[in-house]
């Protein structure tokens, strides 16, 4: 089955800590992004990657960092520095410039 | 600052009914619309799209129309079923490096048995 795969589906973060959120595709698509969602807003651009070894950040990729090692993965760690990391994470892919973006399933962060 | 909108947070329709969820757009030069679905704890599902060379895209019970004179687009479910209860996203291609999507708010529709 092709498709996107976040995990986990939870996570919870403690005071100080760095957490890393996977996310893997076997689509075979080049391009992959992260979007963040709050109660009552819209989805918004944490960083994104066009390519391999390649990425860009978002409108809010303050307090995150992410890796582009290989075309499958693109995994997100939302460091200390990120004062309100609870949120609903969202990894995202699509070929090129094509305009459809298929999502995975979110992984939902909290603070402990 | 929000390009995308949806002013209507959520709507309840009678199974069988019309709905209609509404978006504004302040971009004038977005030229792709997107309609997506999603259920509580699970990623947004692509549900239709249009071009905005036309005014309308029919996918079985699912329907999306444009005015781009208004810079609005609805999407119309008829019959509405209680299978279409969730969260209802427009979003645009940015058309910048990104490439990534502009999303409204969301408008949760309930279909009521």
């Known amino acids: 089955d092709g498709g996107i795969t976040q995990s986990p589906k939870y996570l919870f973060r403690k005071e100080g800590q760095n957490v890393t959120l996977s996310c893997e595709q076997n689509l075979n698509h080049d391009a992959m992004y992260w979007y963040r969602q709050d109660p009552g807003q819209g989805l918004r651009l944490i960083y994104y990657?066009?390519?391999?070894?390649?990425?860009q950040k978002g409108d809010i990729a303050e307090g995150y960092s992410v890796s582009r090692e290989k075309k499958e993965s693109f995994p997100l760690t939302v460091t200390s520095a990120q004062k309100n990391p609870t949120a609903f994470y969202l990894c995202?892919?699509?070929?090129?410039?094509?305009?459809?973006?298929?999502f995975g399933a979110g992984t939902r962060l909290s603070v402990l | 600052d929000q390009q995308v909108k949806q002013n209507s947070p959520s709507l309840s329709v009678q199974e069988g009914r019309i709905s209609i969820l509404n978006c504004d757009y302040t971009n004038s030069m977005f030229d792709y619309f997107l309609w997506y679905k999603k259920y509580p704890a699970e990623g947004p599902t692509f549900l239709i799209s249009i071009s905005s060379i036309k005014d309308k895209n029919e996918d079985g019970r699912f329907t999306v129309f444009l005015n781009k004179s208004a810079k609005h687009l609805s999407l119309h479910i008829v019959p509405s079923q209680p299978g279409d209860s969730a969260v209802y996203f427009c979003?645009?291609?940015?058309?910048?490096?990104?490439?990534?999507?502009?999303f409204g708010t969301g408008t949760r529709l309930t279909v009521i048995p």
């Open positions: 990657s066009q390519i391999v070894n390649d990425f």
């Open positions: 995202a892919s699509s070929i090129g410039s094509q305009n459809i973006q298929y």
């Open positions: 979003a645009a291609p940015s058309r910048t490096g990104a490439n990534n999507l502009f």
